[in-house]
């Protein structure tokens, strides 16, 4: 392999490994401040249970994350200098946000939050968790304003003495359309990651041998029965926002729609191929199951628009950017795209289940032992639901990595094959490859192992003894810091 294709590889491997904790942080800080919500206003014992509970593994996988993810900026300047070169001006804007005001606010109230159970009252401590999780929603909101830059270009104009665009409208950069569209569908897909392990967790609990305690039992129905509404709220707004963002991308990024169904020929009225059998990266439009004039109410909410294919896309960007092939992988944006929507559908499919056996107040039963199993399964699918959209997002646009506007300013693009460090070669990409995968390997297994060790403790082990969970008892604590050698000072019962 050259040395553009193992840098893909690099950055596409950390990427999508540090995009598993992601949603799940994003997803989770949101579900543990509700459930304390919920134990601040009632006073429930079973709410304190879910808060810290769920809270401990939010921590772990919160701490995964921010390991994982510095290695992303750093990449930019090692493999992809020309890139950083390129889009400095405008990309390091919302960079720079994300770290001084919404990764700030995230952890120094996360640190407030984890240290003031014992310090803080129950009004100023709740505060916390919830600047926290505003913190990581913010967080996300520059990410994505700064790849949808690279997705479609604005606010810029392009300096033709240092051949790089500059900002000169940061509005136009935040407030970007594809950044309108993409951001819900971002949220939506990591509340429902969060609400799925949450739920599958809490269902798996409840089913294995020796039971749970009744007050692990009463506080874990609580879960399952939030999540199931929670699954079915941010899967319903996930298709909404998915709509309505596949519509902007006909419009900014034909080729890439086009990929996604293989469509090789402009059609007038295209239907929506379900079901492909062969390559479509090589056959391209060997389509088995096609809902008739799907694609066209898809792109244009029309029976019979007009959508372009792949080869008249690709003969018009030759004529408009010079020799070259401009279709992305066909394989991978088509079966990517259609995985991304699978994966969902299963997710949903499990929350219909629950909601099934827990109709009109009732418990999960016990003694299923496919119920068990499937409450584990069910877990990873929205986080490949999120992984498989991402592929297809980014891959998608290829051979950009910064796609041209078509209404914009047509020196503002950038092939991916340009865009590396000239200083790198392959062997020392290699070498940061395996080094990079055998360390995320390992974070793997510390991770898994630290999740499973306390989700096998339960919720009976993070409450200190003698503590009943009453709001009232918090505030009857003694303001005293707890003594040195206390080995629970975190409250967390690590």
């Not at 874990?220 to 707004?237: M, P, Q």
């Not at 209404?407 to 000239?422: C, H, K, M, Y």
Request: one cysteine or more.
């Amino acid at each position: 392999m050259d040395t553009v294709t193992l840098a893909r590889w690099q950055f596409g491997i950390t990427t999508v490994y540090h995009f598993l904790m992601v949603p799940l942080t994003i997803g989770l800080s949101l579900v543990v401040a509700w459930f304390q919500t919920c134990w601040y206003r009632t006073g429930d014992e079973a709410y304190l249970r879910l808060t810290k509970f769920f809270g401990k593994l939010f921590l772990i996988n919160f701490a995964m994350g921010v390991v994982t993810g510095i290695v992303q900026e750093f990449q930019f300047g090692m493999n992809w200098a020309t890139y950083s070169r390129f889009v400095g001006d405008v990309f390091g804007a919302p960079l720079a946000m994300e770290a001084l005001v919404a990764f700030f606010l995230e952890s120094t109230f996360l640190g407030l939050w984890i240290f003031g159970w014992d310090r803080l009252s129950p009004r100023l401590h709740l505060a916390t968790i919830w600047a926290a999780s505003i913190g990581t929603v913010l967080s996300a909101y520059f990410i994505v304003a700064a790849n949808s830059w690279m997705q479609h270009p604005v606010g810029v104009r392009f300096n033709t003495e240092t051949g790089r665009p500059e900002m000169i409208d940061i509005k136009a950069v935040l407030t970007n359309s594809t950044t309108l569209a993409a951001y819900p569908h971002v949220i939506a897909g990591a509340v429902l990651v969060a609400a799925v392990f949450v739920g599958g967790i809490s269902a798996w609990m409840l089913q294995r041998d020796p039971a749970p305690s009744e007050r692990d039992a009463n506080a874990l129905h609580r879960a399952v029965r939030f999540t199931i509404w929670l699954t079915f709220v941010s899967g319903i707004v996930v298709a909404v926002s998915g709509d309505f963002q596949a519509r902007l991308m006909f419009q900014q990024q034909p080729m890439k729609m086009a990929s996604a169904e293989a469509l090789c020929d402009t059609e007038r009225g295209p239907g929506l191929s379900l079901f492909a059998i062969g390559d479509p990266g090589q056959t391209c439009s060997v389509h088995d199951f096609v809902l008739p004039h799907g694609l066209s109410l898809m792109a244009e909410h029309e029976l019979e628009a007009t959508i372009p294919g792949v080869n008249d896309l690709n003969a018009l960007y030759q004529q408009k950017f010079g020799p070259g092939d401009y279709r992305p992988n066909l394989f991978i944006t088509y079966w990517g795209f259609r995985s991304m929507i699978a994966f969902g559908a299963i997710a949903s499919a499990g929350a219909v289940v629950a909601l099934w056996f827990t109709r009109k107040g009732r418990r999960l039963p016990r003694g299923k032992r496919w119920l068990r199993v499937a409450s584990i399964l069910v877990i990873p699918t929205p986080f490949l639901a999120n992984a498989t959209g991402w592929i297809f997002t980014e891959m998608g646009r290829q051979p950009w990595v910064v796609a041209p506007n078509p209404n914009g300013i047509p020196e503002v693009r950038l092939q991916t094959a340009d865009a590396t460090s000239a200083a790198v070669s392959a062997p020392m990409v290699v070498t940061t490859l395996v080094g990079f995968a055998l360390i995320y390997g390992a974070l793997m297994v510390v991770e898994v192992f630290l999740l499973r060790r306390y989700v096998l403790a339960g919720p009976d082990a993070v409450l200190l003894p003698g503590e009943t969970g009453r709001r009232t008892e918090q505030l009857e604590r003694p303001s005293d810091p707890p003594d040195a050698d206390d080995d629970d000072v975190l409250g967390f019962a690590y």
